[in-house]
């Protein structure tokens, strides 16, 4: 991996080596990855040459325009995509190259998402919705409602469990679609723009369940088109035309649960 970037700046890796430290192995590295799409006569180059690492309990902020990048980004990280050219380690482990199922299995093991849609199933109750994945881990039946249980009290939506989607508001379906992606206790959750339907309260309301989450240790990627909602994360990095421009620690970050208390209270 380049050791400094095109725009001079310097990897934690090298500044640490010159520093004579050992830096604990990011979870995530990505080294010069692109990605094309090819449609035929149409080849869309996505992503240009992205390198970047985050290290475990972080938290980051994934922004920049439309079309810049960020959902072919996100769905490399989640392994539900493979980069066209360049590196993807996860927890050290090059996933780049893996098949359809080792990168699944990855998946169900290690990763969360969490997507703008929701994606909850309308014919099942939250319980159901979140105990789902949790069909794959072949976990017994008890154990399995025990986790999804615990899930949707960690959101705050034990007393809604047997509520249809239908049943509940946007941010409490948000925060079911939460609790799925918790329940098979990621060390990774990734979040394409989890408050992108969701009124200015709520939104705060979900970021603050993420601090809550990040500061158990959770390492979390999420991305907003929102700069009020990207400066609850640690870092920001902007994608501009698929590559990264800037990537920044977030200075004066608020803490959503103190915001909440000055925000108008907005019936659930
Ligand atoms: N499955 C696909 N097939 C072909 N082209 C795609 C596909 N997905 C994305 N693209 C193209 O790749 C580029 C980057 O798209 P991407 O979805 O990553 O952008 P984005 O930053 O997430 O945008 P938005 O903020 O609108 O969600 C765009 O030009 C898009 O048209
Ligand atoms: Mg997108």
Redesign the pocket.
């Known amino acids: 991996m380049a050791t400094v970037t095109k725009n001079g700046a310097i990897t934690r890796t090298k500044l640490a080596e010159l520093q004579g430290l050992t830096l604990e192995q990011p979870v995530i590295r990505v080294e010069d990855v692109h990605k094309y799409?090819d449609?035929g006569e149409n080849k869309?180059h996505?992503l240009r040459g992205v390198s970047v690492e985050i290290a475990g309990g972080e938290f980051v902020a994934i922004m920049?325009?439309?079309?810049?990048?960020?959902?072919?980004?996100m769905n490399l990280l989640g392994c539900l995509d493979k980069p066209s050219s360049g590196r993807y380690l996860l927890e050290g482990t090059d996933v780049s190259q893996l098949d359809k199922k080792a990168l699944a299995a990855i998946r169900n093991r290690k990763l969360g998402f969490v997507f703008q849609g929701f994606n909850l199933l309308s014919r099942t109750t939250a319980l159901e919705n979140v105990e789902l994945p949790t069909l794959y881990a072949r976990l017994p039946k008890e154990e399995r409602l025990q986790r999804a249980k615990e899930s949707l009290q960690l959101v705050g939506l034990g007393d809604r469990m047997e509520h249809f989607p239908s049943q509940l508001s946007g941010g409490q379906q948000q925060r079911v679609a939460i609790a799925r992606a918790l329940v098979n206790r990621p060390s990774i959750l990734l979040a394409d723009e989890p408050t992108g339907n969701l009124d200015s309260r709520t939104s705060v309301e979900i970021m603050q369940i993420f601090q809550t989450l990040n500061e158990g240790g959770l390492t979390l990627v999420l991305?907003t088109?929102e700069p009020d909602i990207a400066r609850f994360a640690k870092r920001t990095i902007v994608?501009r035309d698929g590559k990264i421009r800037r990537d920044e620690p977030v200075k004066d970050r608020p803490r959503a649960a103190e915001m909440l208390k000055t925000l108008p209270t907005v019936e659930d």
């Open positions: 799409y449609l869309v996505a920049g325009a439309s079309g810049s990048g960020k959902s072919t980004f991305v088109h994608f």
